[in-house]
């Protein structure tokens, strides 16, 4: 063999021994600390427990500049569950971001709004915000099967829907529960591979944080001033709202097994539909038709109008179980101003204080006084 080519493969082992060992050090040192942990791994929903962050904003100009981060003992944002809990009115809520309220303070969050002024009224209220920072129904389900049911609340109020549009399966936030090796396909296999190590996790996530960027779903501050117009063909509408409808039919069935959960534990599941700024509307604070507006530079063509009607769809398979279970539509009562969101979805210090007045309205009529709800 040539000089030259043994060299030349000298340097690629080289090379490669370098890869192999770095990737070694790296795995090592995330086990040890990763500054973005998985929520689930090895097909357990994993919750952070008492931890306490003070954090600086720099990024979203209408939040807190400080936003003080808690989980408590059980992993949920709110007060430690009380001892004696015979007579307590439990109440969880569970849902993705916009639950979580990630980037407010604990006391602004709109769960913990809610706890107030429900709390307030009746002492014997406890209430915990178990939202989950990406989370879809499939994540709710673990949420539920795995944390929720143990604590027997009596309510859980479940925000939904936008995480679930245009899914039927698990994203990558919710598919990192596979403990196996999935060989049905060369793409699944690889991803379940590098689900079982902290840098595949890691990367999985950074790579879902880039999807839902693209979607518009990341915590990031619109300046609806600098959005611009995107009409949509009449053609196009008509298509994609077509496609929607094996989604819709999963997303249903989820929905329906996080009802039977809940009722077989005798836990009453409140379902609320999930309000944003898509839609056709003229905003009260900048005086801008919305409707038009792109969401993101989306080569489909998706823009404020079609986002809205495509989640108003989902919102839908919420309102079809309003003779089952309690449904609260949010999503109509909930003003389009841009005032309560910093982005399509996340709402401002503003906008929680506003859905905690909403919700507080309409659950205080069946937890508190059932019997004049129905007269």
């Not at 070694?24 to 962050?53: F, H, T």
């Not at 003992?73 to 969880?92: C, N």
């Not at 706890?115 to 499939?138: C, M, Q, R, S």
């Not at 009409?231 to 709202?241: C, E, G, H, Y």
Request: overall charge positive.
């Amino acid at each position: 063999m040539p000089a030259a080519t043994k060299n030349i493969l000298r340097k690629v082992k080289s090379i490669g021994f370098g890869i192999i060992a770095g990737i070694i050090i790296c795995e090592l040192v995330l086990r040890i600390y990763n500054p973005s942990p998985s929520a689930i791994r090895n097909g357990k929903l994993l919750l952070p427990a008492n931890q306490k962050k003070i954090f600086t904003n720099n990024w979203i100009n209408k939040l807190d500049k400080k936003i003080h981060y808690s989980r408590n003992s059980l992993g949920f944002r709110g007060p430690e569950l009380p001892s004696g809990t015979a007579d307590l009115l439990s109440i969880i809520t569970v849902g993705g971001s916009t639950t979580e309220c990630k980037f407010l303070s604990d006391s602004c969050t709109w769960p913990s709004r809610l706890y107030e002024k429900l709390h307030h009224e009746n002492p014997a209220v406890w209430l915990n915000n178990a939202g989950i920072d990406g989370h879809t129904t499939f994540g709710h389900i673990l949420m539920i099967k795995e944390y929720v049911l143990k604590i027997k609340p009596r309510y859980i109020l479940l925000m939904t829907g936008v995480n679930d549009v245009e899914l039927d399966q698990p994203d990558e936030f919710d598919r990192m529960n596979e403990m196996k090796i999935n060989t049905s396909s060369v793409k699944l296999f690889l991803k379940s591979l590098v689900n079982h190590t902290e840098l595949g996790r890691s990367f999985l996530t950074y790579y879902q944080l880039r999807v839902s960027y693209k979607k518009g779903l990341i915590h990031r501050e619109i300046n609806l001033n600098e959005l611009i117009d995107n009409p949509v063909p009449d053609s196009i509408i008509a298509k994609k709202m077509d496609h929607q409808t094996p989604y819709l039919h999963a997303y249903r069935q989820r929905i329906e097994q996080i009802i039977t959960t809940c009722r077989q534990a005798g836990i009453t599941p409140v379902l609320i539909t999930q309000p944003s700024l898509y839609g056709s509307y003229a905003d009260p604070v900048t005086h801008l038709l919305i409707g038009n507006k792109w969401i993101t530079k989306d080569p489909n063509g998706v823009n404020c109008s079609l986002m809205g009607k495509i989640l108003e769809v989902y919102n839908d398979v919420l309102r079809s179980f309003s003779q089952k279970v309690p449904v609260i539509d949010l999503a109509m009562q909930m003003p389009k101003n841009s005032a309560y969101f910093y982005d399509f979805t996340h709402v401002t210090n503003a906008g929680a204080e506003k859905i905690a007045d909403i919700l507080f309205s309409e659950l205080r009529k069946f937890i508190f006084y059932p019997d004049k709800q129905n007269q």
